[in-house]
């Protein structure tokens, strides 16, 4: 495919946000990143232009059969005021996963995290440079082929938009509390729960609702199948310290393969932490909340970092965690991983890349 990636200038930049006023996904840049694929031709025309909507056929397929798939990832400022990317090769390797799954046309890997660095070097004066703030990344890719008919689309749109974000919570780096959803379904094995495709979040809107409307933040989701298991946060994987071991849910296919989530698992194993990838019932949760045995509970995922859990509530019931207070662990995490995103520690791993001006 033709690499060279054509730039048109956006001629009326938008004013860009104080630090202070950023929210989560509110607030775009003022170009995006888009590439045409087409079975006779692959993919091609390359190319960053300003930001604008998309012009597609009211029968494009991604509308009717929701052929999509999308990423997430961040850029941060350093204080040498360099720009620096976390793991991108994970994202790009998740996003041809997901596309296999859903029978859309893989995007070559190296052009994704070019694509990416191109678009965020033009964009470098809309990363944010207070603590805590973070220039936001989507890849998405969507069928456009216009046609009536179940079977994957010929025709593909890849793109990418940013956002200079704030906190994902409104309190900040706070715990939170979690409903235990036992009612509705997210994933089932053999499904799309491993892929980051619209339809997942699609499904769990309506316990996300319920969720708010009883105080808390999140839904954890149970196994589709027994009701049992704990599988994951609405918008990020779960982890918890029973007794001195980390235990988080395997991947079997019904949860996201989080970038997040690997990177705490290596930092524990680096720390001598236990660490056990196994399936872990919501009954032996809450019994080990109830006994004390379970000093700690926090989210995984790129929009929060780690996001502790303050308080279960499940079937009427509730259970508070370390007494509704941030564990040393999570604690830990959270600093360790923000510091190596924005080169304030040694990288140990090779995990940080930076964006080149």
């Not at 790129?302 to 564990?327: L, R």
């Amino acid at each position: 495919m033709n690499t060279t990636i054509s730039l048109t200038r956006n001629d009326h930049p938008k004013p860009k946000p104080h630090d202070e006023e950023l929210e989560f996904g509110r607030v775009f840049t003022d170009h995006m990143f888009l590439m045409d694929g087409a079975p006779d031709r692959g993919w091609h025309n390359p190319r960053i232009v300003p930001y604008g909507p998309l012009t597609l056929d009211p029968s494009a397929a991604v509308f009717h059969y929701s052929q999509e798939i999308f990423e997430g990832l961040k850029a941060y400022r350093s204080p040498r005021g360099t720009i620096l990317l976390f793991r991108p090769d994970m994202n790009a390797a998740r996003f041809n996963r997901s596309a296999a799954r859903l029978c859309m046309q893989p995007v070559d890997e190296a052009m994704f995290l070019t694509a990416i660095k191109m678009l965020v070097a033009v964009e470098r004066d809309w990363v944010p440079r207070a603590p805590g703030t973070s220039l936001y990344i989507r890849p998405a890719m969507i069928a456009t082929e216009a046609f009536l008919g179940v079977r994957p689309a010929q025709t593909y749109c890849f793109f990418i938009i940013l956002s200079p974000v704030g906190a994902y919570y409104a309190e900040g780096f706070s715990p939170v509390k979690i409903l235990v959803e036992d009612r509705y379904v997210r994933a089932v094995k053999g499904g799309m729960g491993a892929a980051k495709t619209g339809g997942n979040y699609a499904a769990s809107l309506a316990a996300g609702e319920e969720a708010h409307r009883r105080g808390c933040a999140q839904v954890l989701w149970l196994d589709g199948v027994e009701r049992q298991y704990v599988e994951e946060v609405g918008s990020m994987n779960i982890a918890f310290v029973l007794d001195s071991e980390l235990v988080t849910p395997p991947l079997t296919g019904t949860i996201l393969e989080g970038v997040t989530r690997d990177t705490v698992l290596q930092l524990a194993k680096d720390w001598g932490i236990g660490v056990a990838e196994r399936p872990i019932a919501i009954s032996a949760v809450l019994t080990a909340a109830r006994a004390g045995r379970l000093r700690e509970a926090f989210g995984m995922g790129t929009a929060a970092v780690i996001s502790p859990v303050s308080e279960f509530s499940y079937q009427g019931q509730s259970v508070t965690i370390n007494n509704g207070q941030v564990g040393p662990l999570a604690q830990r995490l959270f600093e360790e991983i923000s510091a190596i995103q924005r080169g304030l520690k040694p990288d140990p791993h090779g995990w940080v890349v930076e964006v080149e001006e």
